[in-house]
């Protein structure tokens, strides 16, 4: 009897490992113009996952950040996405996978119309309602703000939680972060992060998030990826990963990981 | 009173070329350094032209539309040539584009010209095809040229805007919806400025032209008319045929910008 109830645990637990598995990379080799931008990529990330993905400026990071919404695909090796290959349907993937750039585009028009703007092609967006809307900025700490307001006039951090906002108007499952916050001051980099975190407990999101920014990252992320000349030289929690040498190995300095620690 | 020829003999042409000396006289002074470019401008627009001149006649002689084809076909060929060696950028399959452009807005055009507008018996007269033709390939090669360089330059000046759109959910030509009209728009303002002017500030070339050779002016109009929509239609449909190959150009099948391709510089 124990063993088949232990056989029957292990059978829902692989089926639950598996079913939680949202990306797998298999040996991805990314080359541009002839040089090898990222190699030897193997792993995968877990739904409700926080990952930080950490490196140099040069290691490949927004490269392999782009891979995950089929933005860029590998020279070799395979991705999948929930089992399937990551570009069997890319407009789908990309409703489920939201990025948020580094520097955030904001178009041409008023608020409403730039959280609006994938309602050009999806009619559920374009029937969003004000007070969807309205929830919407809410979530992303964007209140008392005019629909109609122009968008450009917005200073940079509200643009940024614009950008969020629109994001999650597609309801996605995966939210990648591109350096989002480096071009804001600690401050307000920290006040967006919060919202980020907030987020994914509350929408069960899985957050992958680029940056050189270590200190930043160690508040939020669980797991750490380190990329070093595009290959991973660790992977794991930060306290695991600041015993080895991978932050030195990676060019950030050792100094900073043991003021942080 | 009205005279009905104005006949322009090699003697007068000759007399003509007192405005290129003149031309000449003033880049000297001003030393612009251009005597050597104009005197070799002047000099093909003479030796080109009069050879077209011979060619046409011959065209013109033989009355058989596979002639008229061939030659409407070789015209087309060489302003999308031309075409493709105005491009700033190197556009990946540019010349096929234009041909394709530049082939599908001047059958249609003309051939609804030919045979519904003006009635020409035979419909492959080349005294009508040639000369409506080449005003048709002319104009759809000068604006397709222009359009295909602001629309390379826009998508360079929005490349962070098309991949936010992408990564939205939006496919490639929804994509790049704000570039083409943005392109289009820049490429068929002038058209619609000109309808706007005509007639009051400038008197078009072919009207001119018609009435130094006698036309009536009320008819000279007519025909001045059906050309200036004759041109916006060309114009308008020659750049969504080139833009819309043009466009996909510019993404993979897995719908990514080929952002290799904005990077890039014709050498």
Redesign the interface.
Known sequence: MSYIISFCDCVIYTWSMENSTLFQFEDVQLDVEGKHILQGLDFSINKGEFVAVIGASGAGKSSLLRMFNALASPSSGRITFRGNDIDSDVQSLRRNVGILFQNPVVFEGTVRENLLIAGRWDQTISQTLDHEILAALDQVGLINIELTHHARDLSGGEQQRLALARTLLNHPQVLLLDEPTSSLDPKLAREIMDQVEELREALNLTVIAVSHDHLLMRRYAKRVIILSEGKIIGDGDFHTLDKSHAFEDAGLLKNEVNNAT | MRPDFYVLSWNDLLVSLLFIAFSLFLIKKWKLGLENTLLVGTLRTFVQLTLMGYVLTWFFDQQHWAFMLMLLFLMILIASYEGTRRQKNAIPHFFPAMLVALLGSALLILGTILLFILDVEPWFSPYAAIPIGGMIIGNGLNSTALTANRFVGELKHRE??I?????????PK?AV?DAMKASIHAALIPNINAMMTVGLVQLPGVMTGQILAGIDPIIAVRYQIMIMYMWFTTATLANMIMLAIVYRQYF?S????RL?LLRENKG
Do not use: M, N, S
């Open positions: 962070k805007e991949e936010t759109l992408l990564a939205l959910g939006a496919t929804l919806y993979t897995r719908l990514q910008l290799e």
